[in-house]
């Protein structure tokens, strides 16, 4: 038992010798990374297709047609409604001092509707994002002087955290000159509903000594409360088009502050001894707990963006994006009435830029109305495990077709993204990621004939 109560009095420095002892580690369908076995999981970045084309950028950029999920202010300059659903594809090699393994995963990526109150001033967005994810499978084989035979070490887990959204944006001040070069300042605001459920099992057995008792730990943490976030977004032409050239640029700033709120939180836990000639059979219950009561504090993150929006006199259009967002996990904290667990995690930062190109806006030559993009991304982690910090960084490549490159008639579009990128690091014992992303989106708007949520005055 001695060694049990080691394991459940310091949860967090065991997790941390689980990853760098390790000596082999396996992965199953529905790994998502060995590192979200920490705290809620690994965090999502809530960003659409096309955001993803550009690094993951974009905080400033916006399209009357297009949805932007990581500024809410932007949905108040939507002149059309928007449908819009994604997906991600993840295909993954883990590499290790030991060996290495591959692994695939696919996660809904967004669900989301958004549509004009009031066109180009006043618009409303719903939908559905992960906020975390959990998925991991890590087995390790444990040599202590003070365990003369030596044990093994599983944990594994699966589920994570998503967000039912409500959002709404609103222009508060424009000034439009009479060649229709509009300056303009919009709020926003949405509130996030939280929910969804954290499985994680942990086992310690002794093979070697068929008299050790092994334990098992199932728990169970379900999460359900509400957080918000607000958002800024300004435009200005600092290039004007004039009746002599329909060439001008546009300067777009944005900025997103998520709170830091307090999410109510359940935990069931199950911990039990067991025989390996037994197998899984409980021989004694040490801990028996139906939803406890408890609150995790998440950390409140703060994001800036600016964007370039450049449209020559022969239509080509280029658009320049750069983020930089800074989110407090150093207070992330989590507590069960009498149990408070430390996690120790540093803030994370993230810095990301890309470019968009269009060839020719409005033409009939399907390919000229095609958008190209590319990007690079550099995430520092809320971990730093043995002195290193776990870093994700990558490039990224975009295009978005239109379904009909008639664009009076429609603005729907497909969007298809991919990045490339490594996170974490093998030295001293740790875990690094290579990886490909791939996200295929679907955005729908409206036919000029068949307008959505409008009431036809005549059958």
């Given at each position: 038992?001695?060694?049990?109560?080691?394991?459940?009095?310091?949860?967090?420095?065991?997790?941390?010798?689980?990853?760098?002892?390790?000596?082999?580690?396996?992965?199953?369908?529905?790994?998502?990374?060995?590192?979200?076995?920490?705290?809620?999981?690994?965090?999502?970045?809530?960003?659409?297709?096309?955001?993803?084309?550009?690094?993951?950028?974009?905080?400033?950029?916006?399209?009357?047609?297009?949805?932007?999920?990581?500024?809410?202010?932007?949905?108040?300059?939507?002149?059309?409604?928007?449908?819009?659903?994604?997906?991600?594809?993840?295909?993954?090699?883990?590499?290790?001092?030991?060996?290495?393994?591959?692994?695939?995963?696919?996660?809904?990526?967004?669900?989301?509707?958004?549509?004009?109150?009031?066109?180009?001033?006043?618009?409303?967005?719903?939908?559905?994002?992960?906020?975390?994810?959990?998925?991991?499978?890590?087995?390790?084989?444990?040599?202590?002087?003070?365990?003369?035979?030596?044990?093994?070490?599983?944990?594994?887990?699966?589920?994570?955290?998503?967000?039912?959204?409500?959002?709404?944006?609103?222009?508060?001040?424009?000034?439009?000159?009479?060649?229709?070069?509009?300056?303009?300042?919009?709020?926003?605001?949405?509130?996030?509903?939280?929910?969804?459920?954290?499985?994680?099992?942990?086992?310690?057995?002794?093979?070697?000594?068929?008299?050790?008792?092994?334990?098992?730990?199932?728990?169970?943490?379900?999460?359900?409360?509400?957080?918000?976030?607000?958002?800024?977004?300004?435009?200005?032409?600092?290039?004007?088009?004039?009746?002599?050239?329909?060439?001008?640029?546009?300067?777009?700033?944005?900025?997103?502050?998520?709170?830091?709120?307090?999410?109510?939180?359940?935990?069931?836990?199950?911990?039990?001894?067991?025989?390996?000639?037994?197998?899984?059979?409980?021989?004694?219950?040490?801990?028996?707990?139906?939803?406890?009561?408890?609150?995790?504090?998440?950390?409140?993150?703060?994001?800036?963006?600016?964007?370039?929006?450049?449209v020559t006199a022969q239509k080509a259009r280029?658009?320049?994006?750069?983020?930089?967002?800074?989110?407090?996990?150093?207070?992330?904290?989590?507590?069960?009435?009498?149990?408070?667990?430390?996690?120790?995690?540093?803030?994370?930062?993230?810095?990301?830029?890309?470019?968009?190109?269009?060839?020719?806006?409005?033409?009939?030559?399907?390919?000229?109305?095609?958008?190209?993009?590319?990007g690079v991304y550099y995430d520092k982690s809320?971990?730093?495990?043995?002195?290193?910090?776990?870093?994700?960084?990558?490039?990224?490549?975009?295009?978005?077709?239109?379904?009909?490159?008639?664009?009076?008639?429609?603005?729907?579009?497909?969007?298809?993204?991919?990045?490339?990128?490594?996170?974490?690091?093998?030295?001293?014992?740790?875990?690094?990621?290579?990886?490909?992303?791939?996200?295929?989106?679907?955005?729908?708007?409206?036919?000029?004939?068949?307008?959505?949520?409008?009431?036809p005055k005549y059958d």
């Amino acid at each position: 038992m001695k060694f049990f109560n080691q394991i459940s009095s310091n949860k967090a420095l065991v997790l941390i010798a689980l990853i760098t002892s390790m000596s082999a580690v396996y992965g199953q369908a529905d790994l998502t990374s060995p590192y979200s076995l920490f705290g809620p999981g690994l965090p999502f970045q809530r960003q659409t297709v096309s955001q993803a084309g550009v690094g993951g950028s974009g905080i400033a950029l916006f399209d009357s047609y297009k949805m932007n999920l990581g500024n809410p202010a932007t949905v108040a300059l939507h002149y059309e409604p928007i449908f819009e659903t994604s997906g991600k594809s993840t295909i993954s090699t883990y590499n290790t001092n030991a060996g290495s393994f591959d692994n695939k995963s696919f996660i809904l990526n967004n669900l989301s509707l958004s549509f004009p109150i009031k066109r180009g001033i006043w618009g409303l967005s719903i939908g559905l994002v992960p906020y975390s994810v959990v998925g991991y499978s890590v087995q390790s084989n444990i040599t202590d002087e003070e365990v003369s035979s030596g044990y093994n070490l599983e944990y594994s887990g699966d589920g994570g955290i998503s967000q039912g959204y409500l959002g709404m944006g609103y222009r508060i001040w424009s000034h439009t000159d009479t060649l229709g070069n509009l300056s303009a300042l919009s709020l926003g605001g949405t509130l996030n509903f939280n929910f969804g459920t954290i499985d994680s099992n942990r086992k310690v057995d002794f093979p070697d000594d068929i008299n050790a008792l092994g334990i098992n730990i199932q728990e169970t943490v379900l999460v359900r409360d509400v957080s918000f976030d607000l958002g800024v977004h300004f435009q200005k032409n600092i290039l004007r088009h004039t009746h002599q050239s329909g060439r001008y640029m546009k300067l777009m700033l944005g900025a997103v502050y998520t709170m830091g709120n307090d999410l109510k939180a359940d935990r069931s836990e199950f911990a039990y001894s067991f025989r390996d000639d037994f197998g899984l059979v409980p021989r004694d219950t040490i801990i028996n707990t139906e939803a406890e009561r408890g609150r995790i504090h998440m950390p409140q993150r703060l994001s800036f963006g600016v964007g370039l929006d450049y449209v020559t006199a022969q239509k080509a259009r280029y658009r320049f994006s750069a983020d930089y967002a800074q989110e407090a996990w150093s207070d992330y904290t989590v507590s069960y009435q009498d149990d408070a667990l430390d996690f120790d995690f540093n803030d994370a930062s993230r810095l990301s830029a890309g470019i968009e190109y269009t060839p020719m806006m409005g033409s009939r030559k399907y390919f000229k109305v095609v958008e190209y993009r590319a990007g690079v991304y550099y995430d520092k982690s809320n971990l730093n495990l043995e002195g290193e910090d776990i870093v994700d960084r990558g490039m990224s490549f975009g295009l978005t077709m239109p379904i009909n490159h008639r664009r009076a008639i429609s603005r729907s579009s497909v969007s298809i993204s991919t990045q490339y990128g490594q996170s974490g690091t093998t030295n001293k014992g740790l875990i690094e990621e290579d990886y490909w992303r791939i996200y295929i989106g679907f955005s729908f708007t409206p036919h000029v004939r068949n307008r959505w949520f409008i009431k036809p005055k005549y059958d």
